[in-house]
Nanobody, 124 residues
Framework: QVQLVQSGGGSVQAGGSLRLSCAASGRTFSSYAMGWFRQPPGKDREFVAV????????HYADSVEGRFNISRDNAKNTVYLQMNSLRPEDTAVYYC?????????????????WGQGTQVTVSS
């Protein structure tokens, strides 16, 4: 079992930056690939970014490539999402998620554990 607790988020003007954190407790954090997803108002949950267990492999949605950066600190059991050049269309509830196993995936149903979600609002 893994418990994920998110922090960060909030409101920012377009062009600004925010950093989300997701702290894990429970089983060995480094055994899990970690993903970030988001759910914009009135829309389905969508993939944002994923990082492999050791941190050597990362993948991003096209919409955030070059603006967002996912990283992890296995010593601190924490994954981060640095969001730069934010746009109003980035407004959403953001979730971190953990998936055991070797492979990374962009598919939400492949993740077993989820954070509580945190609101990010970007105003124009």
């Amino acid at each position: 079992q893994v418990q994920l607790v998110q922090s960060g988020g909030g409101s920012v003007q377009a062009g600004g930056s925010l950093r989300l954190s997701c702290a894990a407790s429970g089983r060995t954090f480094s055994s899990y690939a970690m993903g970030w997803f988001r759910q914009p108002p009135g829309k389905d949950r969508e993939f944002v970014a994923v990082i492999s267990r050791g941190g050597s492999s990362t993948h991003y949605a096209d919409s955030v490539e070059g603006r967002f950066n996912i990283s992890r600190d296995n010593a601190k059991n924490t994954v981060y999402l640095q969001m730069n050049s934010l746009r109003p269309e980035d407004t959403a509830v953001y979730y971190c998620a953990a998936r055991g196993g070797l492979f990374v995936t962009r598919t939400a149903r492949e993740y077993s554990f989820w954070g509580q979600g945190t609101q990010v609002t970007v105003s124009s």
